[in-house]
């Protein structure tokens, strides 16, 4: 039975129709992409699913006790409590539990006082129930999960008691997406859960939804990657519909292809025989046979009304064409013994990079990574001489023209339309090639910004229709040197894809790449070189994409694991080699000085007497213990009574047999 059914939903805004008859299933244990275009219905879907909008018709069932939990890209947090205290409300149903076994601890200090030995035993059945369920909750284990979550996802231990209130809008994003995943729900609905992680978030997020998360899940991502580990089921998008494929996201591009290979040529076959039958009919529909012309005619009428085959519909995709940029000199930065630093709020200093060389050379392509807050935006603007580094010098080569697109958008001006944007800034940056109005409504349109959106301001437009305005803007002005800082944060993957196409040299751009990005499959189709920050204020140059240095960086987190992994083989065989011989020396001690007989038969019997009055009366003291609330409520204190009654129990047995002899 699935988690989650949904049947015919159909859903409006205006007179855009954005889900037209979908429906879907979610088994157990499922793993889809939801894919498509911005603005094809993944979010709304998503919302749909998970109750916060309700769809104009069709049904939405969810399994009778399956919980949904439903990552909002504007989180619902308290903002007084602290970061930790947060993500600890993901276990409300386990501190439930915990007042339920407090509650029967109390009724079990009731009972034994009482007397009621069978209400003991039915209470302490209750108790096992209630401890096996906080146990599948992993109620001994919540301060290492949260702590294990928190630290995943780029949460320092410092971080832990900031307030909500004082965080940043990606660090509450990050916090909503903890607490949704320590909640673990049957099914997690998840609209883009890495738009603020690190690349080792996104790492970790992969390694926990593929080992650890056994629920379903249904996730919106542009991150490719994480696409390919996770999921093995895509759902796409278009004109209202869901299209499904077996598979992860490289397997759908594949079959995506395939299935618009078969669907043109399925159509064009059915378009020449309606050619044919056509000319057919006009050529014979007056001669001898004229009536043979009518049937056929009124059979393709038929086939016309009832089996057309729709034109597969080719979806608009970025165009980019980067125009020639002037050749630079051989060395377009070259950068000796950089350091920044700055100092944190406790009165310390965070030292983000120190005595760092950079040289880049013509024609090369750097990618630059790191976690977040590593420093990565200040290094290129330290590069690129917008900013003064601490120490160090830098120089920037000759005839370099650079084009740098930041993640914020200062100084665009809200009123201009986007078409004259555009030509504002073609004729800042390039006084030469100046735009007329058709010119620049073809670049508008060659980045999705169909005849009317051309017309919109550029201070009504949404966060993603502004970054394709800004980088149509750089990439049509002809500069030899681009400097993008996260450009794929808006895009949607077909049009990330064209972007890495057009930044590519068999996609014509000849000139120097100085890339941030968290997009591994950005970095891994461009770059050539790759600087990572490291965040305690290192830095390391590899050569190679992404993918190379992840693999070095892996294999050396491996060998070191294995050396300390020997090491501690080696302390821990050294210690247990110690304890034998200590213990050997004990023995040895033991065997000179101990009795040779038996030493109960040696006692006397007031000795053994006082010896029995003794365990009896620690074993009454303990049974007056367990009457008192309090002990109960401490686990390893009833417990470790408990194995002490039990040793006493067992001392005493001899004692009496002895005693009991000596009587009889």
């Not at 007056?286 to 005619?297: I, L, N, P, S, Y």
């Not at 301001?457 to 970054?467: I, Q």
């Amino acid at each position: 039975m699935p988690l989650i059914a949904a049947v015919n939903l159909r859903h409006t805004f205006g007179q855009d129709i954005i889900l037209d008859g979908c429906s879907l299933s979610i088994e157990p244990g499922e793993r889809i992409g939801l894919v498509g275009r911005n603005g094809t219905g993944k979010s709304t879907l998503m919302k749909c699913l998970g109750g916060l909008i309700a769809p104009d018709s069709g049904t939405i069932t969810v399994q009778r006790g399956a919980r949904v939990g439903y990552l909002q890209q504007d989180p619902d947090l308290d903002p007084g409590e602290t970061l930790r205290d947060a993500a600890e409300g993901a276990f409300e149903q386990l501190h439930r539990l915990h007042a339920e076994q407090h509650g029967l601890f109390d009724a079990m200090a009731e009972a034994t006082a009482r007397g009621d030995s069978a209400g003991v035993d039915r209470l302490l059945k209750q108790q096992a129930e209630v401890e096996r369920q906080i146990e599948t909750a992993g109620g001994y284990a919540i301060d290492h999960k949260i702590d294990a979550v928190l630290h995943g996802l780029g949460f320092t231990d410092a971080q832990f008691t900031i307030k909500v209130k004082d965080l940043s809008g990606g660090q509450k994003g990050r916090l909503a997406l903890a607490r949704l995943l320590l909640e673990e729900p049957e099914v997690l609905l998840l609209d883009e859960p890495t738009n603020h992680l690190d690349i080792d978030g996104r790492l970790w997020l992969e390694q926990f939804l593929t080992q650890e998360y056994r629920g379903a899940v249904l996730m919106v991502s542009h991150d490719r990657y994480l696409l390919d580990a996770v999921v093995n089921r895509i759902i796409e998008t278009e004109q209202g519909r869901l299209i499904d494929y077996p598979g992860n996201y490289e397997a759908f591009r594949e079959l995506r292809a395939e299935r618009l290979m078969v669907m043109h040529r399925a159509y064009e076959s059915q378009q020449t025989k309606f050619k044919k039958e056509e000319e057919f009919i006009r050529r014979y529909k007056a001669g001898q046979r004229a009536k043979q012309a009518r049937g056929r005619q009124t059979k393709l009428e038929r086939e016309k009304l009832d089996n057309t085959l729709e034109r597969p519909m080719e979806l608009a995709a970025l165009r980019l064409e980067l125009p020639k940029a002037e050749r630079t000199g051989d060395i377009v930065v070259a950068a000796r013994g950089l350091s920044k630093k700055y100092p944190n709020e406790d009165g310390t200093e965070k030292v983000l990079f120190s005595n760092l060389d950079v040289v880049i050379g013509r024609g090369e392509r750097w990618g630059i990574i790191g976690p977040n807050g590593a420093g990565k935006t200040t290094l290129v603007r330290c590069l690129l001489k917008d900013l003064e580094p601490d120490t160090g010098t830098v120089k920037i080569g000759s005839n370099v023209k650079i084009g740098y697109y930041r993640q914020t958008h200062e100084g665009v001006d809200p009123d201009l339309p986007v078409y004259r944007y555009l030509q504002g800034v073609i004729l800042k940056e390039c006084p030469g090639q100046a735009l007329s109005e058709q010119a620049a409504r073809n670049l508008a349109g060659a980045f999705l910004f169909s005849g009317d959106e051309q017309q919109k301001e550029m201070g009504v437009l949404s966060g993603g229709e502004r970054s394709r305005a800004v980088l149509a803007g750089l990439l049509a002005s002809a500069k030899n040197v681009l400097v993008l800082d996260e450009p794929t944060n808006h895009l949607d993957i077909p049009s990330a894809e064209r972007l890495e196409e057009a930044l590519s040299v068999e996609g014509g751009f000849e000139g120097t790449l100085i890339l941030i990005s968290h997009d591994r499959a950005l970095i891994d189709a461009t770059c050539d070189h790759v600087l990572v920050l490291d965040g305690k204020g290192g830095a390391r140059i590899v050569l190679g994409n992404y993918t190379d240095w992840h693999e070095k960086d892996v294999a050396e987190r491996r060998e070191a694991q294995e050396r300390e992994s020997e090491s501690r083989r080696r302390r821990e065989e050294a210690e247990r080699a110690q304890r034998a011989a200590e213990e050997a020396r004990k023995k040895q001690a033991a065997a000179k000085t101990g009795p040779s007989v038996n030493a109960l038969s040696r006692m006397k019997t007031e000795q053994l007497e006082a010896k029995i009055e003794q365990i009896e009366t620690r074993i009454k003291a303990i049974d007056a213990a367990f009457a008192d609330p309090d002990v109960w409520r401490d686990a390893d204190k009833a417990s470790a009574l408990g194995q002490e009654r039990q040793k006493l129990v067992a001392d005493l047995e001899p004692l009496e047999f002895e005693w009991s002899q000596r009587a009889g």
